[in-house]
């Protein structure tokens, strides 16, 4: 099970780190041409240049441009992926996987309105991004379903040491 959890956070990592590259080239590199970049259409360092692909489009009007929190998106990404690999490594993570699993909503809400953004304001599909949306939400799931399982047992063992008693 935890697995699942391994290769979800290891494929949202590659997929961040990669972000990451592809838009520090993209913003030091006039003419730069990502691998994800097939035509004007489908383009990731086209979202990655925009006012979306920082701070999700809002952390420099709420925070200023300079604000810490005004950070490529990948940088956020690769802090949750790096906490959900943990997670997945823990034995006993139960109030982790709880809080992973509320940043994982938040996580599925931001993704959700990102793709809003692609379709409608930029007109454009970002390979990197659609993918990543992909792994947030499975990983959401995976996370519904780990916290679940770990409560029912829970539940369980305190049930059965109060019948003992």
Known sequence: MKSAGLLLGGVGLALSVFAL?????????QDYQAP???STAVSCSRVFRSRWG???GVAASLFGYDSILNQPNSVYGILYYLVLLGYSTCTD????????????????????WLAYILIVHLETLCL?????????????????????LANLTLSEESFSHSKEN
């Open 36 to 38: 994800c970049d097939i």
């Open 54 to 56: 920082k701070g999700f």
């Open 128 to 148: 990197v991004c659609t993918t990543t949306y992909l792994v947030n939400w499975a990983a959401s799931l995976w996370l519904w379903r780990h916290v679940t």
């Open 21 to 29: 590259y592809v838009e520090q080239q993209a913003s030091q590199v």
């Open 93 to 112: 993570g139960r109030h982790l996987g709880q809080a992973l699993f509320v940043i994982s909503i938040v996580a599925s809400v931001t993704c959700a």
